[in-house]
């Protein structure tokens, strides 16, 4: 059934963007909501493959390319990919034989190529305010659907959470409980923003109640990357928002803050009642016992140090695409995927991936300096490293959010003759 109805998506979302000719960024929104269905298609079984999620967002924005092009200023995230390029020869050379080179490859490239796509599509795009409002509704509707199945279909909290204080397959519907974490905490930050951004009482108390069921659903999971990522990002928009109004603007600004403090804090004290202090301990990092762990990391630092190590030992072209996790097997009998997409493509890419993460950073930050009207840019550049460095790029969603903060958003209620003029 799950296959069925990500067909129907694919199929719909298609049909829809050609007829259109992609002419309001129809494209933008068909890849928003894969992104975001992504894991909802996965823990169903749904996903004709491990990656249809990041192939179909790729897919869709290179269809949207077609139609629209791309900016004559990407040229850095076009340097970004050939640098992904020198990997895969690598790789090609010291991949153990009994591996799979093509799985290999699209298990580790996927996310940075998904990233690059999401780049170029949307780097020095104009999008009206409207559309862009859209286009977050888009990225929010198969989260909302995600959540809604956690709630029928994992069993009641009190029984999946008293194991223990490690991350909870249970109360995760059964998936990786970082992959769940991550999602529900973008989802519980979309409908946060909504909260600012959208002057409707009703709505807000509907996206208020909607962030308190994705806050919960993120923090039962008891996997802490994708809560705190979401508390950051949380953050880093409202600093924007809170600096980009006037002073009646602040006023009524810090009551709303008020009442998402208090319904944090609700949320936090039922968990906690829920649990029996157990998450409290998690967030601590004590054991069942109340016992302080030694690795705050549970064990990703590890994961770190034996990539450094790769990268110490191959600085100029790296290890190769894939080789990684081979060379953590070889160096400590340890077989795990990466969890951290930093020190992975400086061990698998050398100097070339220092190159390419420089890009990625600075790059946008130099946009912002000249274009300085998304709120979303801070927060969703903070998703994108945050998440990268606790859970990688196993899905599509921190390279699609990244591409979203280099988006340029054009509010048409101001006159265009004020207006910073942007050059494509």
């Known amino acids: 059934m799950a296959e069925i109805l990500l067909f129907a998506v694919l199929g719909f979302a298609l049909f829809y963007v050609i007829i259109k000719d992609n002419r309001n960024n129809e494209a933008l929104m068909a890849a928003a909501y894969i992104a975001g269905a992504e894991v909802f298609f996965r823990m169903n079984g749904g996903m004709v493959f491990y990656e249809t999620g990041k192939y179909s967002v ?81 990225l929010l509707l198969p989260l909302v659907a995600n959540m809604a199945y956690l709630y029928f279909y994992t069993p009641s909290i009190g029984e999946a959470l008293m194991s223990g204080t490690n991350s909870n397959y249970a109360a995760s519907g059964g998936y990786g409980p970082n992959q769940i974490s991550t999602v529900m905490g973008l989802g519980a930050f979309l409908v946060c923003t909504r ?54 603007g602040q006023s009524r600004l810090i009551r709303k803050i008020a009442i998402l403090v208090f319904t944090v804090v609700a949320i936090w004290s039922f968990v ?33 140090i034996t990539e450094l190590q790769g990268f110490y030992n191959n600085p100029i072209i790296g290890v190769g695409v894939g080789k990684a996790k081979e060379f953590r097997m070889e160096e400590t009998g340890i077989e795990t995927a990466s969890h951290n997409e930093v ?78 003029r942007l050059t494509a």
């Open 343 to 420: 020190s992975r493509l400086l061990s698998e890419h050398g100097l070339l991936g220092l190159a390419a993460l420089l890009i990625l950073i600075f790059v946008p930050i130099i946009f912002w300096t000249k274009f300085r009207n998304n709120y979303y840019f801070l927060a969703f550049l903070a998703f994108w490293f945050l998440t990268i460095n606790h859970s990688a790029m196993r899905i599509a969603l921190p390279g699609f959010v990244y591409g979203l903060a280099l988006l340029y958003i054009v509010d048409d209620k101001k006159d265009p003759v004020h207006r910073k």
């Open 58 to 138: 790729i897919l869709f924005l290179l269809i949207g390319m077609f139609y629209k092009g791309a900016s004559s200023k990407t040229i850095p995230f076009w340097i970004y990919l050939l640098i992904l390029i020198p990997g895969i020869v690598v790789a090609s050379q010291t991949l153990d034989y009994n591996v799979v080179f093509r799985k290999a490859i699209a298990f580790n490239l996927s996310g940075p190529f998904c990233l690059g796509v999401s780049a170029l599509y949307c780097y020095y795009k104009k999008i009206s305010r409207l559309q862009f409002e859209y286009l977050i509704l888009m």
């Open 272 to 304: 906690t009642i829920q649990t029996r202090g157990l998450i409290t301990y998690r967030y601590t990092n004590r054991d069942a016992s109340g016992k302080l762990e030694d690795d705050i990391t549970t064990g990703r630092a590890e994961l770190i």
């Open 195 to 248: 909260l600012f951004t959208v002057k409707n009482k009703i709505i807000n108390m509907v996206d208020l109640a909607l962030m308190a069921l994705f806050s919960y659903r993120a923090v039962v999971t008891f996997s802490r990357g994708g809560v705190l990522t979401a508390v950051a990002c949380i953050i880093a928009f409202l600093l924007i928002y809170f600096l980009k109004q006037n002073s009646p």
